[in-house]
């Protein structure tokens, strides 16, 4: 059993900055990887970036240059800062643990309860 706390979000201007954190606990051990999802009202759940355990990452296209995902082990922490924050970033964000392949970040159904993220203009 893992169990994933999500903290960080708020209410930002576009442009602003945030920087979301993901602390796990229970099975760590077992985890590969962790990755940070989002979901808009009305939209599907989409992968925002993951990093494996070794520290190769998968950043999604829509963030790429503006977000970075890292990690801390001897916090059993992950984290995603964002910059540069656009209204069409406004989403619940959630952490979960999962398997990062090369190209590919697979999740398993271990969440967090989510952070919300509201982006002004």
């Known amino acids: 059993q893992v169990h994933l706390v999500e903290s960080g979000g708020g209410l930002v201007q576009a442009g602003g900055s945030l920087r979301l954190s993901c602390a796990a606990s229970?099975?760590?051990?077992?985890?590969?990887?962790m990755g940070w999802y989002r979901q808009a009202p009305g939209k599907q759940r989409e992968l925002v970036a993951g990093?494996?355990?070794?520290?190769?990452?998968k950043v999604a296209d829509s963030v790429k240059g503006r977000f970075t995902i890292s990690r801390d082990n001897a916090k059993n922490t992950v984290y995603l800062q964002m910059n540069s924050l656009k209204p069409e970033d406004t989403a619940v964000y959630y952490c979960?643990?999962?398997?990062?392949?090369?190209?590919?970040?697979?999740?398993?159904?271990?969440w967090g309860q989510g952070t919300q993220v509201t982006v002004s203009s």
């Open positions: 990093i494996s355990s070794g520290g190769s990452t």
């Open positions: 979960n643990a999962g398997t990062l392949w090369p190209g590919i970040y697979a999740p398993s159904d271990y």
């Open positions: 229970g099975s760590i051990f077992n985890i590969n990887a």
